[in-house]
């Protein structure tokens, strides 16, 4: 591993001999009589980290400081003063510099602590500026998946709404990227640096939502013991977004109207008024518009929120799409498991096809992740998707194991074989003695549904032993 490399800017030759001795051996260090000389260094090759003396002949050491702050802003710079001139230091630190040193005092141990502070401060930079950059990768437009053309022409809209400063309402059913959309209006927009705060607004209780919105005192209410600054404080100068805003009740949909009206508000408990510039993208899955008919939504907060409508297409609408998101989840969750799966079988593709996506793309990914997680095999097979993909028949917290009036007695059956053969590992003997029926029936039972290929190998890779193979013959 290379050294890292210090530059010593400084016109006293014994001071900066000095330090450079005390140095050598741990870093690689060069050297620089006066600013010019530092600059010039600067031009040539970069630097960990510059250890700058203030007072100079010729260019100051705050002026050197404007420059490398300019041209090397990875750098971090310690100034170097003299004991009484320690405003000078702090002064210094306010134009840029990460520390200063007492010239003479700090040296041996203490100087190397503070060298290496100040790289670990460079590194947590190049840090947070390396996951910023793969947030603005991860949310940007051409990581959304989607080629049908009702994405394509989403993509544009979205594209071009980033660049405003204008509200924007997200409408869609629950799964279908709401919340990746909003992302990415803030990460392609001029607030990208700044922060993006989420609050969801289904979670919290009423009074709760109004705290966490726009802070509080303390002493405000009871359990209040400390100043809390709400999500819009936090969210000054960049995008706050309100997932799934109709679940805000009427009186504080009034004080939201204000925030958005007047760019103001006050934490809860104090009058005194702050100002906020603050974009607000708000996401629901329901007809707002119905709402308000109901009584149940402000319609002058619709107006306020609804500047740029953007309508989310369910999955159900796009089904080519399918394809390319299975993909992409499968890429992803390989990634992330260490995984080579090569892809999806051509029964399993129809499947995934076939099926109707009610919890949309959401669904779709849990659904790719657990087949990545269980699969063994060089491709995802039939075998490894869940229940309700392979009826057909999506799972509700309603349906449990009960039978629904109008069901057929085949599908009732069907249903029962695969529930007990899920509930078996995919092991077709223990399935056939938990249903009561021999390996042989339940072969055959599996080929009159078009279920032969079903937990061939167990669903969880458990393959089916030569005993049982034997027996169903």
Not at 42 to 60: A, Q, W
Not at 66 to 90: D, K, Q, S, Y
Not at 415 to 436: F, P, V, Y
């Amino acid at each position: 591993m290379s050294k890292k490399r210090i530059l010593i800017v400084d016109d006293d030759t014994y001071s900066r001999e000095s330090i450079a001795a005390q140095l050598d051996e741990q870093y690689e260090v060069d050297q620089a009589e006066n600013g010019d000389q530092g600059l010039a260094k600067l031009e040539e090759s970069d630097f960990d980290v510059i250890l700058s003396d203030i007072r100079m002949p010729g260019m100051s050491g705050l002026d050197f400081l404007e420059r490398v702050t300019v041209t090397r802003p990875e750098a971090r710079v310690l100034m170097i003063t003299a004991f009484g001139e320690i405003g000078n230091a702090v002064d210094a630190m306010r134009k840029g510099a990460y520390d200063y040193l007492i010239k003479g005092e700090v040296k041996g141990e203490e100087l190397i602590v503070r060298i290496e502070r100040a790289l670990e401060n460079q590194e947590l930079r190049r840090e947070n500026t390396r996951l910023k950059s793969e947030l603005g990768k991860r949310f940007s437009f051409g990581n959304m998946v989607g080629k049908t053309k009702v994405m394509e022409e989403l993509f544009e809209m979205v594209e071009s709404v980033a660049q405003s400063r204008s509200t924007v309402l997200i409408n869609g059913e629950s799964g279908t990227g709401k919340e990746l959309v909003a992302r990415a209006v803030h990460y392609n927009s001029p607030r990208a640096n700044k922060p993006f705060i989420k609050l969801n607004c289904a979670a919290l209780p009423q009074d709760l939502i109004e705290s966490e919105l726009f802070g509080h005192e303390k002493g405000a209410f009871t359990g209040a013991v400390k100043q809390v600054k709400g999500r819009f404080e936090l969210a000054d100068g960049g995008t706050l977004l309100l997932d799934e805003i109709s679940e805000i009740e009427p009186p504080l949909q009034a004080k939201l109207l204000r925030v958005l009206q007047e760019r103001e508000f006050e934490r809860i408990g104090s009058g005194t008024t702050i100002k906020v510039d603050v974009r607000i993208v708000a996401t629901t899955n329901r007809n707002l518009r119905d709402e308000i008919e109901k009584g149940n939504f402000r319609e002058d907060l619709f107006y306020r929120l609804n500047v740029i409508p953007v309508q989310m297409p369910d999955l159900r609408e796009r089904k080519s799409d399918v394809v390319h998101l299975a993909e992409f989840f499968l890429e992803r969750y390989n990634q992330e498991n260490d995984k080579s799966i090569s892809g999806f079988s051509e029964k399993a593709m129809e499947v995934l096809m076939s099926y109707d996506w009610p919890g949309n793309v959401r669904e779709l990914e849990n659904y790719i992740e657990r087949a990545v997680v269980i699969c063994k095999e060089p491709q995802v097979t039939e075998s490894h998707l869940p229940l309700e993909i392979l009826t057909g028949e999506p799972r509700t917290a309603s349906s449990g194991g009960g039978i629904t009036v109008g069901t057929t007695v085949r599908e009732m059956e069907k249903q029962l074989i695969l529930k007990t053969l899920e509930s078996c590992d995919g092991n077709r003997t223990n399935a056939a003695d938990t249903l009561g029926i021999s390996s042989r029936t339940l072969r055959n039972k599996l080929h009159e549904y078009g279920m032969s290929g079903i937990f061939k190998k167990g669903g969880n890779g458990i393959a089916e032993t030569e005993a049982e193979t034997a027996d169903e013959e």
